[in-house]
């Protein structure tokens, strides 16, 4: 089921619907959120605070763009200003998960989600190395590392990027430029 | 820029494919031409390759269901709806604004159809002839609540607080509650320790954040101050005493009011729309008519009854203290279903670090009591400041019958606003998705009948006979007459005679004047037959379009004879230890809605919102 469906059933108020586009879009958004906000802990309560937004500004969802974008725009969103304050957002501890939807959703998670497999290349990279682009994608400043991860993680084209963002599609240009350059001048042993 | 230069950020978009055709063909040129550029697009390409091939982070084990839980949560705490259209909200607001007027009717026939005299008046009259003085604030409030409850669950916070306060504050253009009888709601909020127990009001004006763990620290130190147990405030009145597990039988007693709070108390009396939109929910979800049958016992269960508190003992106490007042006897800390739910009697607890799951069986009679007393005590600690609500029901205690008496007239406006439910309940017809009839006369009768009951003997409650826990099971304290092992009777005795006299004397106080004698139960009827016509005037919608939330005596279910296969009714409660955060959302649930938006508004200024992406 696409994405406008599910959001279309949501809106009538399907609470399963909403755990399908969880489902769906739990390890895109989490990843996401890792990248931008490598604290696991945060991490997990940002992405979790994404979809809670989502459900609550679901009305004003109007469907001019894709769902997931919109999705993605308020993960990062939520990401770059939890950065900004320092992680000294916090977010209410979870009393327990109760039994609410939670087979369900979990049964549904290998038919929906949307899992792309490593690359070869993946595959290929050392842990060491990985954790060292890690650290450098980390080091990056926040507006270069949001466009980096949106277009070589998260793989969006230019439009999304400044949808995303909000910002324009030179900028996002501009900046992912600026993102590898700075990159290459910080992984110069990895490429040798 | 030259040109280099300007090819040269142009790579990163040509290795993407971002280029229209033109300026591709003029990046792939200079490329050709200049070995300079021909190892900066190498380079950038390793560096693509190696982002992309970071490994894929994936949500942790449970995420999703998680999140559901926390959407669940956060739905139930009223946060902005996502699952409501637009075109259904603005039903639910056409329909709130059509029960919020009738309300601001019926409170006016409740105010001022028995206006009360002046209070040197009330003094000289004779006793049985005092009219009623006004009821305390909190019915109002309770009124307007129940009718939410009822009848709204989706309508946007704003607005409907609005709404609430106004009909409230000046019901039919009269005004408000005047500084000589200060609202029971205020006392609520700010109650007056007894003793050494601490709940102080809020700082005028003071930040709700910074006052949060000051009423946390309060509440965590609530348990050490020595309270009376419930056993000892229920008294002769009531056999089947609570006995709280794994509290060594102490259990605590009813915070007694203090007098009004200070005029500079944030006004929170708009209704909880997230409360009733939750239970509402939540009986959704159980109330529907599923039953369970295990070891020859049959179980409906009406309801779920979610409550958030800041102490988990202390929260779990005085909803032993409710199930105590209505009769319930604990018999253990396991769930059960058979032969020992005959007693319709009983409830387990069953308690883990951070929750608490109470299962209630009840009989018909009890629930609509029980389920009242539980939402008002979830009202009272959701308020700021607030503590439970044994303050505003007034209930409970061993004592002479001219004190009950006393009691229940201050708590005769509750009862009243319940009779009125149940009176609009009554005339509702049966929801069409639920195959029974409506109540035949002789039940309805009952039904008026149990109001009136409630109206005259709200705190006199008979113990429920001839339901007597399964033996086996630990029965309650029957040698020690419901008092705390360990403690003088006599001292306890003292204890819960004094506390009641503070309660008739705050609550004398705030009815501004002595306790009046109980209004005529002819007057409660034709109030109700008023609010039953107002409300079928207006076309109200019902209360419950397709399950009612309280289960109305004989209605639909029949409590067998002990000792059969038992159809008993079920309400669990589910307690749950919030957390500083936790509480704030509770509080900002009755929080006013100015500071609602300015709250709403200070998110937005730190959060993008994505409206901008869909405009464009």
Known sequence: ?192 | MSDRDDILEQLSAWLDGELSDEQARRVEQAVRDDPHLQGELEALRSVRRLVRALPGRKAPEGFAARVLARAERAHLLGQPSAMVSRSFRWISLATAAVVLLSAGVVLYMILYMVKPPPVHEMAARPATNKPEPPPPAVSLDSTVRDHDNATRSDSPKPSRAKAGEKAIASPAGRPAAKPAAPPVVAAARSPKPVGDVVAEPPAPGGPEQMKESEELAKAGTRDESGRTSPEVRRGAGGAGAAKPLGTGGRSPAAPVPGPSAPATAPRTTAPLPALAMKNKKLDAEWSDRRVSEKGGARETRLGRVLLHTADLSDGRRSVEAVLARNGLTVVSDKYHTGNDSAGANVYYAIQDPKQVEIVAHLTPQQVSQVRGELDALQVAWARPGGRPAEQTLAVAGAASPADDQALARASRSLATTRMAKMMIAQGQTAPAEVDRPGPPAAEASSVEGMARGRVAGLTTRPAQKGLAPKAGFPAKDASSGGLMPGIEPAAQTAQVQADRKQQIDVLERQNGGATQPAQPESSHMAQADQMRQVQQAAQIPAPYTTRPAVQLPGETLQVQPAGSALQSLVITVRLYEEGPRGLAELKAATTAPAALDARGKAEAAQEAVPDAAEKK
């Open chain 1, 1 to 192: 089921m696409d994405d406008a469906a599910l959001v279309e059933r949501f809106r009538k108020g399907d609470m399963q619907a909403f755990g399908l586009l969880v489902t769906k879009y739990q390890d895109r958004i989490y990843n996401l959120v890792m990248r931008l906000c490598p604290q696991a802990a945060d991490a997990e309560e940002l992405a979790q605070e994404a979809f809670l937004k989502a459900m609550e500004r679901i009305a004003q969802f109007r469907g001019q763009s894709q769902f997931y974008t919109w999705l993605f725009r308020i993960a990062a969103n939520l990401a770059i200003s939890h950065r900004r304050r320092g992680g000294r957002l916090k977010f209410q501890s979870l009393t327990g998960s109760d039994d609410f939807e939670n087979t369900q959703a979990e049964a549904l998670t290998a038919a929906l989600a949307e899992k792309r497999c490593p690359s070869p290349v993946a595959a290929a990279i050392s842990s060491e190395s990985a954790a060292q682009v890690e650290q450098a994608v980390a080091d990056l400043d926040e507006e270069f590392r949001a466009v980096l991860v949106l277009r070589d993680v998260e793989e969006m084209d230019y439009s999304q990027i400044a949808e995303v963002l909000d910002v324009p599609v030179g900028t996002v240009k501009s900046r992912l430029h600026r993102a590898r350059t700075v990159l290459r001048q910080n992984l110069g042993d990895l490429l040798g």
